[in-house]
């Protein structure tokens, strides 16, 4: 969809994308407090080596709310 009208009258229209990410970030830094961060595991790495160790480590599966 195009914005030209909007910007060539002077308006700096903000993206469905932008918006949505600029709420998503307010809401993360609002309640950063509540975050477990041992149940939020990364799934992605760099290197190969990185993968493998931690595959096998098995704190980062380990039910700890038990």
């Given at each position: 969809m195009?914005?030209?009208k909007f910007v060539a009258a002077g308006l700096n229209p903000i993206t469905v994308?932008?918006?949505l990410m600029e709420e998503v970030v307010d809401i993360t830094k609002k309640y950063s407090d509540r975050?477990?961060?041992s149940k939020v595991l990364p799934s992605a790495f760099w290197?190969?080596?990185r993968a493998t160790a931690a595959a096998?480590?098995?704190s980062?599966?380990?039910d700890k709310s038990v």
């Open positions: 195009s914005n030209a994308e932008v918006g975050c477990d961060r290197t190969k080596s096998a480590d098995t980062r599966t380990e």
